[in-house]
């Protein structure tokens, strides 16, 4: 049995990427095999395809990418205990060469959280990688506790958006940058602050932060060590700036820079807070399933001006 699946078997643009038909995966003990109703978009996605990843994962093509899975399972593992078919799921999938812009994904039992009655596919598929990436930058290694004060960068990007609503959760005072049309969004979010990041005397106003989760690398994570107070944190998803660290250890700051671990317990959390109506998937774009929407959503996601995650549903 075979599925439709976007994958590529050369590093490149995103013409690289081709409609294949692959092999339906064979799940192991503790897997199951989930029918895909939608996925979404990262950077890490393009990223991938381009090549930059390749050191990291030396994988052999074709790779199918993608990172997030919402559907319904369709067959349990023989050591598969918690889950059945036909429930509604969602995860963010271990990391292979078996992406999930598939019509069937398998995934590690212990990865998947129940997907909320009041929740769609495509707004539980767009949480999984930006969301978990959020909680853990934020308390697993930012360890941020009400009350403190906060800065997210690029708080209309998909981790911004779902950063911003944990820490206001958490009680914390929250910051973020953003282009002025996305104020009223963030304001609506939850974030006390937004800062106008084209804007330098307001971004120069910027201090005496707990924490900074920065989402952008470069030298924005490099100036953002001076708005840490003495103490305080900053935790990069776009991995090690090392201008950053040595800034950080002169002036008694901590710098660190993370990588996302797929956790199906913190994602049960998120999907509580979803059916509470604390959490909300905020989609710039969603698109049907098939080569051309994918080209397009690469070029969109790569354009790094996207509000909230672009998703991917399947029929």
């Known amino acids: 049995m075979n599925l439709k699946a976007i994958a590529f078997n050369e590093y490149g643009s995103a013409d690289k990427l081709s409609l294949m038909d692959l092999p339906v995966p064979e799940i192991g003990a503790h897997q199951v095999l989930v029918q895909s109703k939608a996925t979404s978009i990262n ?56 992406g999930t812009y598939a019509e069937f994904v398998a995934v590690d ?21 930006a969301g978990l990436t959020a909680w853990q930058g934020l308390f697993e290694h930012g360890e941020l506790q009400q009350g403190q004060r906060v800065l997210i960068q690029a708080g209309a990007g998909g981790v911004g958006t779902y950063a911003i609503q944990l820490a206001k959760h958490a009680g914390a005072e929250v910051w973020t940058t953003a282009s002025p049309k996305n104020d009223a969004l963030l304001h609506d ?21 707990d924490l900074v989760l920065d989402t952008i690398g470069g030298q924005s994570a490099v100036d953002a060590i001076g708005y840490l107070k003495t103490g305080g944190k900053q935790i990069s998803i776009t991995g090690t700036v090392p201008e950053g660290v040595r800034l950080a250890q002169e002036e008694g700051k901590h710098y660190q ?44 996601s790569e354009t790094g001006h996207t509000n909230g995650k672009i998703v991917i549903t399947f029929d």
Do not use: C
């Open 257 to 300: 820079s993370i990588w996302l671990r797929p956790d199906g317990q913190q994602l049960a959390y998120l999907a509580t807070l979803m059916a509470e109506g604390a959490l909300r998937s905020v989609i710039a774009e969603q698109l049907p399933f098939s080569l051309a929407s994918l080209v397009e959503a690469h070029h969109l």
């Open 109 to 129: 039992d212990h990865l998947l959280a129940h997907k909320p009655e009041n929740v769609s596919f495509a707004e539980a598929a767009a949480v999984p990688l």
């Open 189 to 209: 979010l939850g974030a006390d602050v937004v800062v106008d990041y084209h804007d330098a005397a307001a971004m120069a106003q910027i201090s005496n932060m």
């Open 43 to 98: 950077p890490i996605d393009w990223k991938l395809r381009e090549g930059y990843l390749k050191q990291m994962f030396d994988w052999q093509f074709p790779i199918v990418v993608g990172w997030d899975i919402a559907g319904i399972i369709t067959e349990v593992g023989a050591d598969v205990t918690d889950w059945h078919v036909g429930d509604e799921v969602f995860a963010r999938p271990d990391t292979t060469r078996q």
